[in-house]
Every structure is written in structure tokens, then in C-alpha cells.
């Protein structure tokens, strides 16, 4: 099988490339694939949980905001990884840019965002997504589409001409971070991967691993 042009031409990354502070480097590359335009969801990251019944699950969903307090997405809290979450709060994330060849993997401890958070960004939301908040019972059994719509089609009319406030089952969860990993593509499977790891003193150690 021939090797694509471009596995050759990745551009080595070295220790001495990576900003001492994980937040800051994840930044630098976040915003990087922010300005790819191959890249339609550059904020789209795999959320892993220990579901209630003991197995590991993943799912999709977007990267709202960060900083050194954490990582902070939002859900239906009575979802399955909202009832994961609550279980066991801890998680990993996954952020993959293929374009770039670059991967971002996450481990860390869950708290739940405050109400103001939650409330402030679910102001930001469109319309209908604050609607389908209401009418969508996430992650429960759904008998027929015509349900979701009658369900979306009630809470629509409740809320004509009024604002459509957070529901109580709708917030957000930030995860702080204990362990980042950066990964960048390298041919022969021989990537380039980096670690940190935060110390008992709050402070972040990196180190290479092998591919």
C-alpha cells in the first residue's frame, strides 16, 4: 500500500516545541484548528464515561469553553452520561483533527458548572435548541419520531412570545484536568506523543512516550 505524500512531510514535534502549562498549549492548537477549514466541528471531542452498569461509553459532544479551572461541555444532566457522571465523576476526552494530524486526549475529575453558567450559556443557544431541550427525555426510549415532534411541537407553543428559560434537567459539567496528552502524526506509526501529568502540588510534568 503506498504511503500518502503528506505522512512524510509532518513536521517533527519535539519537547522543546510544547509550552511549559498543558492549557496554553491546548489553546495554541485548539486555535490552530479553529482556522482549519477542512475542520467543521473543531470543538467536537469524544466524551468516555464508566456507564451505570460497569461498561465504558463515548459519545460526541462540544467543547463550550476552557481555561486552567477546566474543560466545560453541556448535557441533559438525566442523560446517560449525565446518571454516569453523577455515579462516577470522572472522565476522559478526545479531540482528533485529522487535517492537522494532531489528537488531544483529556483525563480528569467532573464538577458540576454553576447555575449561572449554565444559565448564561443556555441564553446563547438558537431557539429551537432550547425547545428541543424541554421535549427531548434524553437517552430514553423514544416509541416513534411523531412523539419527539408532538413533544417539541407542545413546549413550542408554551413558550410562543415568551423567553424559553434553562430547563432544571439541563446544565453543564467541567472536567479538571489531572493528565493531557498531545499526539502528532509521524510516518511508520512512529508519532510523536507527550504527557503531562499534573503533581500532588498542582504543578504539570511532561514527558515523551513511545508511540
Known amino acids: 500500500m503506498l504511503m500518502r505524500p503528506w505522512l512524510w512531510s509532518v513536521r517533527p514535534l519535539r519537547i522543546s516545541d510544547l509550552l511549559d502549562n498543558p492549557i496554553d498549549q491546548f489553546e495554541k492548537w485548539f486555535n490552530r484548528a479553529k482556522r482549519c477549514l477542512s475542520l467543521e466541528f473543531p470543538e467536537a471531542m469524544c466524551l468516555s464515561t464508566l456507564g451505570t452498569d460497569g461498561y465504558p461509553e463515548g459519545r460526541m459532544v462540544l467543547l463550550k469553553s476552557f481555561s486552567a479551572a477546566g474543560f466545560v461541555f453541556y448535557t441533559n444532566i438525566l442523560?446517560?452520561?449525565?446518571?454516569?457522571?453523577?455515579?462516577?465523576?470522572?472522565?476522559?476526552?478526545?479531540?482528533?483533527?485529522?487535517?492537522?494530524?494532531?489528537?488531544?486526549?483529556?483525563?480528569?475529575?467532573?464538577?458540576?458548572?454553576?447555575?449561572?453558567?449554565?444559565?448564561t450559556y443556555f441564553a446563547t443557544r438558537i431557539r429551537g435548541s432550547r425547545i428541543g431541550a424541554w421535549a427531548s427525555l434524553q437517552s430514553e426510549a423514544l416509541p416513534s419520531r411523531s412523539v419527539l415532534d408532538k413533544r417539541v411541537e407542545q413546549y413550542t407553543?408554551?413558550?410562543?412570545?415568551?423567553?424559553?428559560?434553562?430547563?432544571?434537567?439541563?446544565?453543564?459539567?467541567?472536567?479538571?484536568?489531572?493528565?493531557?496528552?498531545?499526539w502528532q502524526l509521524r510516518a511508520n506509526r512512529l508519532h510523536d506523543r507527550f504527557l503531562y501529568t499534573k503533581t500532588a502540588k498542582g504543578e504539570w510534568e511532561k514527558k515523551r512516550l513511545y508511540p
Open 157 to 182: 407553543k408554551l413558550y410562543k412570545n415568551k423567553d424559553v428559560p434553562r430547563p432544571p434537567h439541563w446544565s453543564g459539567f467541567r472536567l479538571k484536568p489531572i493528565r493531557i496528552e498531545f
Open 79 to 119: 442523560s446517560q452520561k449525565g446518571r454516569a457522571l453523577a455515579q462516577l465523576p470522572r472522565a476522559a476526552l478526545t479531540m482528533y483533527w485529522e487535517p492537522l494530524q494532531r489528537q488531544v486526549r483529556i483525563v480528569g475529575d467532573i464538577e458540576a458548572v454553576t447555575p449561572e453558567e449554565a444559565d
